[in-house]
């Protein structure tokens, strides 16, 4: 049958005759991961490509206007030409910079966001590492986004990139919170951190995460948005009426590895989104005779997820930022502990009880 | 330049230049898109302290050219006063001028006038809305607020050709008669945009961010509105009914049935709703003219060179998009105008941007100076 | 509702008798109100206060240059909210060394107008709590719209 652990096992074990032939068999154990990150690498670069043509896309069409439709078929290789207008763009820098932190934040953003990749499953077995502790190990290295900011922001040498960052940092760093509390009601139900693992959890099931925890849902969209640094929460974005943002003074590709870290950032939270609460590569209810591949069902909630996070910046107009605050600290929080403690009783009365 | 701006802060007799303050420039050139307005904020960390509005970046003399320009010539210069609502600024010159000179328009001009400037205030609410909507971050509803405005804006180039500077609006009547197919394309329109009121009202105005951003923020009481010089839907969002064409009705507002909309909080959301309301009357309004239509002359009989009497003089005041637009004139006894002078509603509703947003955080200034309206061109002339 | 001119005329006449230099109803039927100087302030406070008149909107306050006359006229357009009435009032300062009191103090909205007057006119308004000009350059040194206004050439220097 063609299934994703078939092609992934087709594909290693190719992989594995090549090195083989070279004659690098015994460095199989290193080897894998690279190919595998490698691919992985390309298959993001791609996608998002076609990710901010999709935004560029849904925004036209929710704006009653058509998008891009010159450049390639439907203008899918608009984002292309502005990939290659960004590479050749001259490159201003401020005089008084502060040089290696300028050249290192955005390589952080963009890598930051990248890692996140690694753990997410789009099959049975296609990942590029299951580590099993994969729920920490993103929260842990999506907050790098915030090290990135506030170095953007201090070495641009710019009073209000400075202050557009501290925002955007101040931003992230208390919608962290509500992210990890939304998870945490997963964590123990299933009792594990590894994705594959709580995917195979809903499998055994028969139901989605999405139908017990719909409030945890919610709130990690809500957060995940936040930490994108999207509309409605793109204060630091927006300010450039009056303050630039951490991301004032970069241009060309720099400019261009900020949007990408962020886009990234849009997908690795999608993707954790459709993973933990949305059953992952598993298929639709009533769908199952179809038998496509998992990762074929797993993009398609994917791309949903996506579509949702990319509807709110077209549909609610932006919070100012007290009222940001307000809302992850004096809404979101109370409510996701409250979801814990509900979890908590349930777990012990019900699901231990019975 | 940053000595001027020194100079500036000390005259208005401010607190002296604090070690926290700052002072940030909203510049010129704005992505938002209110056109030249300058504004100097001294800001303290995130809370506005002062806002100085600077003027005369668009200031283009437009009084001095019509002393030096006939009166039917100066129709041309009041498209350039407020240029989102031209018809309004020319009515309000013709009205002036014909009240100078004792002429009346005709009935059937008097109706196409009003049609005219119903529609242009219907145009003016719709690209108010989407920069208003713009300013607080949904950015939709300016694309939304844009497609409709084309339509009306299809109906002003069948009749005069023009799409944004009329000078449809004459000394005595209209320049040229409408088409035969407007009047079914104008009720058309009217039956397919009423709908779409409701459409964009329910996308904002029950938006709990909407509301957060906008609700109790930049009050005009009513005292200080009427004392500042507040007027048009910003100073009926406080709930004084100040509309010209219900105090001091002008053409046929008398013998239309239309409600004053009137709102009591004073915040940005009243003056939002307002102009909503305001939009819904319109398309009433527009509906009762168009059925009172009757043939006859577009324009009375002119003397050959139009003359304003030695020693008179008028102040004539309508209702525009805006609020109140007044036009004082002082003839001489010749063709051109001896004094101009345009009173417009943007230029007091800017006063009390300063007001309004001290103590608040910089996001409310772009919240209250798109609630109330303000063009630059009429701020400057 | 609207207060008829005539009515206006003499209720201004046998109020003000000695405070005003004349008051007349215009071919364009519209009450005129010239007042002295001295008198300004206080006839202006009584127009917004007393509650027959109660002119709490100032509409408009402009001025004309007479050169041929020698002066300057302030002018000053009123408009009533409860009665609907509108009442013009004009003041006549010199032209040589124009001055005012100011109405800051009575209507705010006159701030800007005033600011608006002296950069255009020259009139300085005595009392106003930042006079400076508002849409000329602050180092600009003539009055536009004075009758004899040249703007000899104006040259935009590079810098």
């Not at chain 2, 010129?28 to 100097?40: C, D, E, F, K, S």
């Not at chain 2, 009720?187 to 996308?203: H, M, S, T, V």
């Not at chain 3, 007479?66 to 408009?79: A, D, G, M, S």
Request: with cysteine; glycine share 8%.
């Amino acid at each position: 049958m063609f299934t994703g652990e078939n092609i992934v096992q087709t594909v290693v074990g190719l992989l594995h005759s090549l090195y083989g032939m070279v004659g690098l068999s015994s460095f199989q154990g290193i080897l894998d991961p690279i190919v595998a990150a490698v691919v992985m690498f390309h298959f993001i670069a791609v996608f998002v490509m076609f990710l901010v043509w999709m935004e560029r896309k849904v925004s036209a069409h929710m704006q009653s206007r058509i998008g891009p439709n010159r450049v390639g078929v439907f203008g899918l290789l608009q984002t292309l030409a502005d990939a290659i207008k960004l590479t050749i763009k001259e490159d201003v820098k401020p005089v008084k910079r502060d040089k290696i932190p300028y050249y290192i934040a955005p390589i952080i953003a963009f890598v930051a966001t990248f890692m996140g990749m690694v753990v997410i499953p789009f099959d049975k077995g296609m990942v590029v590492q299951d580590l099993n502790i994969g729920l920490l190990y993103i929260i842990a290295i999506t907050s790098f986004t915030v090290i990135a900011i506030l170095t953007a922001g201090w070495s641009s040498n710019n009073k209000f990139a400075l202050l557009g960052g501290f925002r955007s940092a101040a931003q992230i760093v208390s919608y962290e919170v509500p992210l990890v509390l939304s998870l945490v009601p997963i964590i123990m139900i299933t009792g594990k951190l590894s994705l594959g693992a709580i995917v195979a959890y809903q499998q055994q099931q028969g139901y989605w995460f999405v139908i017990p925890q719909a409030i945890a849902f919610l709130i990690f969209i809500t957060s995940a948005t936040a930490e994108a640094n999207r509309a409605p929460f793109d204060i630091p974005e927006a300010e450039s009426e009056l303050i630039g943002g951490f991301h004032t003074e970069y241009s060309g590709v720099k400019f261009a590895m900020f949007f990408l870290g962020e886009y990234i950032a849009v997908v690795v939270s999608s993707a954790v989104a459709s993973t933990v609460f949305l059953g992952g590569w598993l298929p639709f209810p009533f769908m199952g005779f179809l038998h496509l591949p998992g990762f074929v069902w797993f993009m398609a909630k994917l791309l949903l997820v996506i579509y949702l996070i990319m509807a709110f910046r077209w549909t609610f107009p932006r919070l100012r930022v007290d009222q940001l605050m307000d809302f992850g600290w004096k809404v979101l929080i109370p409510i996701s502990i409250i979801n814990i403690l509900v979890t908590g009783f349930w777990i012990l009365l019900v699901a231990k009880g019975a | 330049m940053t000595d001027l701006l020194l100079s500036q802060i000390k005259v208005s007799g401010e607190s002296q230049f604090g070690t926290d303050e700052y002072v940030v420039n909203l510049g010129p050139q704005h992505p938002a898109t209110h056109g030249v307005l300058r504004l100097i904020v001294k800001l303290d960390g995130e809370t506005v302290k002062e806002t100085i509005p600077v003027l005369g970046y668009l200031h283009r003399s437009i009084e001095k050219i019509c002393e030096n320009r006939t009166y039917p010539q100066g129709i041309t210069y009041t498209d350039r006063v407020d240029y989102v609502s031209a018809m309004s600024v020319n009515l309000a010159w013709a009205l002036a001028a014909e009240r100078l000179m004792g002429l009346e328009a005709p009935a059937r001009a008097n109706w196409l006038r009003m049609i005219f400037v119903e529609l242009q205030r219907l145009a003016s609410h719709l690209l108010w809305m989407g920069a208003f909507a713009g300013d607080i971050g949904a950015l939709t509803p300016f694309l939304y607020g844009l497609r409709e405005r084309e339509r009306i804006l299809d109906l002003f180039e069948m009749t005069c050709g023009q799409r944004l500077t009329y000078n449809y609006i004459r000394i005595g009547g209209v320049m040229i008669d409408i088409l035969p197919e407007f009047v079914p394309k104008c009720r058309a329109f009217l039956d397919y945009f009423e709908p779409k009121i409701d459409e964009y009202e329910g996308l904002l105005t029950y938006n709990p961010i909407f509301l957060q951003r906008t609700k109790g923020v930049g009050v005009i009481t009513p005292e200080m509105g009427i004392n500042n010089g507040v007027c048009g839907p910003s100073l009926r969002g406080s709930g004084i009914s100040c509309d010209v064409r219900k105090q001091q009705p002008y053409l046929y507002y008398d013998q239309v049935k239309f409600k004053e909309c009137l709102e009591t909080d004073g915040d940005c959301w009243s003056r939002y709703k307002v102009r909503m309301n305001e939009l819904r009357e319109s398309v009433s309004i527009i509906r009762q003219c168009l059925d009172r239509l009757e043939p006859g002359p577009i324009e009375t009989k002119l003397p050959p060179v139009l003359k304003g009497p030695l020693g008179g003089e008028i102040y004539s005041r309508i209702e525009s998009s805006r609020g109140e637009m007044g036009i004082y004139l002082v003839g001489d006894g010749t063709p051109k105008p001896y004094k101009s002078k345009f009173r417009c509603a943007s230029f007091s509703n800017t006063y009390v941007l300063d007001q309004l947003t001290r103590g608040w955080k910089v996001a409310d200034i772009m919240a209250v100076l798109g609630s109330l309206d303000m063009i630059v061109p009429e701020v400057d002339r | 509702m609207p207060v008829a001119n005539e009515e206006l005329k003499t209720k201004i006449e046998s109020d003000f008798k000695d405070k005003i230099q004349s008051v007349a109803v215009s071919a364009q039927k519209e009450v005129i109100l010239t007042v002295k100087p001295e008198q300004y302030l206080s006839v202006c406070k009584e127009l917004r206060d007393n509650s027959y008149y109660n002119f709490q909107h100032l509409s408009c306050l402009t001025a004309v240059d007479y050169p041929k006359e020698n002066k300057i006229t302030v002018v000053l357009h009123f408009w009533s909210y409860k009665t609907c009435t509108q009442l013009t009032l004009k003041l006549d300062v010199d032209r040589a060394q124009p001055k005012a009191p100011t109405v800051e103090n009575i209507w705010k909205a006159a701030n800007w107008f005033e600011r608006e007057v002296f950069d255009l006119y020259g009139v300085v308004f005595e009392g106003h709590s930042d006079l400076r000009r508002i849409m000329m350059p602050e180092d600009y040194t003539k009055f536009p719209l004075r009758k004899d206004f040249t703007d000899d050439g104006f040259i935009v220097k590079p810098n």
